[in-house]
């Protein structure tokens, strides 16, 4: 019998959380924005979530084979990118569009730095910049909510923080149209109600800690108030929500300690309102994450939670 | 200052929620017969290894001192069969260590030794003495040598002993029957302690998954004939492993964080086993050594999972074997619970003095995750009681950076494996780490 026995070092049983099971989480957390997406801006928003993803996951399938390495199409964190990344755009883009940008996130931001876990910066939010200084009028040009209801072709508008920020013409959607999702904006944004209960999922299956959502709003809605702004504007609109809650909590590129987590969420916080204030976009969201994005291993040491029993020992001597 | 007892547990950082498995903790312990042959190795304690005192060929009586050591960090071992030593042989131990142990074949009479008579303990001095002599170890699992714990350096001022019932390994149920099968014997053992090292509180700390072990020790501790001075208080704790690590234990009774690299009596506390308590109780009424241990016998492969009294030495395919035998083929057999315990090469070893439970795992139970790559989750920090980052230490494991091992605290780890059990990639986390400390031991001590 002694050739039979596993010999391993303990502990001999796991949780069953598997990175696997976490982003089925993400996904379902992520499906009543999308489908909110498809409501406001009609069948074509999915046509872009299935193209991104496909685009994502293929990427990662091929990368991986180039490489010679295992495949990991099965832990399913290519597919959270491909539906990030469609929500990142506005309706009227070509699927070519976010096919290109699920290449250049699965490749060039994730693979190239050695998969998951591995990437310095939201592989979403770097392809969202990459389409976005790549296509720059597609990227800005927003559709009326249920635009798809009218014969005319694509109807336009301005966003809600270009209408403030710019001055462009356009009707300003009332906080309720907004906090609902009727307004323009990228596919997965707008619907404030769906991101949130999407959250609320997250934090309740603890695959995130509320503290980065929270803080990240939290802030915002602080300076918002010493701004002298519609603080609940400020928090519906542009991609705040969905930033908060899906993009600042990914792992690979936030803190992993919860001090970490709320000095970085605070910090995105901030800028997020320094561009809005002071930018000359409307919109800070993503620049705000990357910005952090980069200053993690800088925060998390200087952030490293105190071991047990060290403090006593500090004092002591 | 008068010190009160907590009314619920103090605030402790991390842990996991562990399947409890608590299968066998309805059933009431069985006695097994005496085996053929028992093995008892000479190493059943930390510290140093005992010296046998008999000879092949020598006949040998139950309770009868058998080998000793005479380094202060030891704990004689006893015969626990009566019979003839047949053999002096190195056995592998499950840490892989090797050892001596005499094997006695037993003649099946259980002969008491004419030696085993109730010690004299009244003084301080001659009750750690008698417990050196009955060969008592920390039967939690450690194996720490029980005088050594009750000889308190003049220079520390002991408060409170905490009696460890929390037993917060899955599976395990061995202290949670002795609780119920031997109450009154706790509370004697508690008191001889108690008055002896004139404590002012005792704490009997239980998970709160074990509600009528709670039930039975409250009614005893809160009877005004039993506890007069209102001494001794039960805490429920949260059934959260690992609970009753000693440091974590200590947090959760007391707030009081024992610094790093010191002891549970530089915060003024004891922390006691409550086996080991009613142990003491047992051996101050009739002077019978360590000789015999309950196991928690469970698992798949198990026919008929249940607590067992068994002669230490006895070997575990003989256990099993009492408890009905495999009914599937075993793929992991552990000694001690699943968070911690060691997984064994054969089931021909040993009972020794600490273990408390012996889990044989079919395939489904046995086979882990495959690891993949870190996603930088968090959950071994968060679930880290000792507060450090499981992740980094196992990159700078794996790197053999003694340096950096260091400046993250690495020997603060007591390896309860909450990170590996949290770890969503199935990263071997607490495995790396304990390289990683083996090598800065190895590189000398900062």
């Known amino acids: 019998m002694a050739d039979k026995l596993i010999v391993s070092s303990s502990p001999h049983i796991r949780s069953g959380v598997t990175t696997r099971k976490i982003m089925l989480d993400v996904i379902l957390a992520l499906t009543p924005a999308a489908i909110a997406s498809v409501i406001i801006f009609g069948f074509k928003a999915l046509v872009l979530i299935v193209c991104s993803v496909a685009s994502c996951v293929l990427s990662e399938y091929v990368c991986r084979k180039v490489m010679k390495r295992e495949n990991t199409i099965g832990d399913l964190s290519a597919v959270v990118t491909g539906i990030l990344i469609a929500f990142n755009v506005p309706v009227g883009v070509s699927p070519f569009i976010v096919i290109f940008g699920g290449i250049a996130a699965i490749v060039v931001v994730k693979q190239m730095f050695g998969g998951i876990g591995q990437n310095f910066v939201n592989p979403a939010l770097t392809a969202r910049i990459i389409m976005m200084s790549s296509f720059p009028a597609p990227m800005s040009s927003w559709n009326t909510p249920f635009y798809y209801l009218h014969q005319t072709d694509a109807v336009t508008t301005a966003s809600p923080l270009g209408i403030l920020k710019e001055g462009s013409s356009g009707t300003m959607p009332t906080l309720l149209n907004m906090f609902v999702g009727v307004r323009a904006g990228c596919l997965g944004e707008t619907c404030a109600i769906a991101l949130i209960l999407g959250g609320i999922y997250l934090v309740v299956r603890k695959v995130i800690s509320p503290a980065i959502p929270l803080s990240y709003v939290g802030t915002v809605a602080v300076i918002s108030l010493i701004a002298g702004r519609n603080v609940l504007f400020d928090i519906l609109a542009g991609g705040l929500l969905l930033g908060a809650i899906f993009m600042a909590t990914d792992y690979a590129t936030s803190p992993i300690n919860l001090k970490g987590k709320i000095v970085f969420a605070v910090g995105a916080g901030v800028i997020t309102m320094l561009i809005r204030l002071f930018g000359q976009l409307p919109e800070g969201v993503s620049f705000s994450i990357i910005l952090m994005n980069l200053l993690v291993p800088h925060i998390e040491r200087l952030t490293r939670p105190l071991a047990f029993g060290k403090e006593r020992v500090k004092n002591e001597n | ?446």
């Open chain 2, 1 to 446: 200052m008068e010190l009160v007892f907590p009314t619920k547990p103090f605030k402790t950082h991390g842990g996991a929620d562990v399947p409890h498995n608590k299968n066998t903790a309805q059933t009431e312990s069985a006695v097994m017969s005496p085996p053929a042959q028992v093995v008892l190795p000479m190493q059943q304690h930390v510290g140093a290894p005992c010296t046998p005192l008999v000879k092949i060929g020598e006949t040998v009586l139950v309770g009868q001192k058998i080998a000793d050591s005479s380094a202060f960090i030891s704990a004689p071992i006893h015969a626990s069969v009566s019979g003839k030593v047949s053999a002096i042989k190195k056995i592998m131990l499950p840490g892989g260590q090797y050892t001596d142990a005499i094997v006695i074949d037993s003649d099946g009479e259980m002969t008491v030794s004419p030696d085993v008579k109730p010690p004299v303990a009244e003084a301080l001095e001659d009750f750690i003495k008698a417990i050196r002599e009955s060969g008592l170890v920390g039967l939690g699992g450690a194996g720490f040598p029980a005088h050594v714990k009750l000889n308190v350096p003049k220079d520390k001022k002991l408060d409170t002993m905490i009696v460890n019932a929390a037993e917060c390994e899955p599976y395990i149920t061995a202290d949670n029957r002795e609780a119920i099968e031997n109450s009154w014997d706790v509370f004697s053992g508690i008191y001889a302690v108690l008055d002896l090292l004139k404590l002012e509180r005792v704490i009997i700390a239980v998970e709160d998954n074990k509600p009528d072990v709670i039930e039975i020790l409250k009614k005893i501790a809160d009877s005004k004939t039993n506890d007069p001075e209102d001494r001794v208080r039960i805490l429920p704790l949260h059934a959260r492993y690992p609970q009753g690590a000693e440091k974590v234990l200590i947090k959760a009774c007391t707030d009081r964080e024992i610094p790093m690299g010191k002891l549970p009596a530089d915060v003024g506390c004891l922390v006691m086993n409550i086996t080991s308590v009613a142990f003491i109780a047992k051996y101050l009424k009739t002077g019978m050594p360590l000789v015999t241990k309950r196991v928690t016998i469970d698992g798949s492969a198990i026919r008929n999972p249940q607590n067992v009294i068994v002669p230490i030495g006895t070997k575990i395919a003989d256990i099993i074997e009492f408890c009905g035998g495999y009914q599937s083929e075993p793929k992991k057999i552990l000694m001690g619970g699943p968070m911690m315990g060691l997984a064994l090469a054969s089931d021909e070893l040993p009972v020794l003095k600490q273990n408390n439970g012996i889990l044989a795992f079919g395939e489904k139970e046995a086979r882990l995750l495959e690891p993949t790559a870190c996603i930088r989750c968090g959950r071994c920090v968060e679930g880290c009681p000792m507060n450090l980052i499981p992740t980094q230490l196992e990159k700078y494991s794996n790197a053999k950076d003694v340096e950096k091992l260091q400046e993250y605290d690495v020997m603060d780890c007591m390896e309860c494996g909450t990170c590996s059990f949290n770890c969503p990639a199935g990263r071997p986390l607490v495995q790396a780490i304990r390289l990683g400390k083996g090598l800065v031991k190895a590189g000398g001590k900062k």
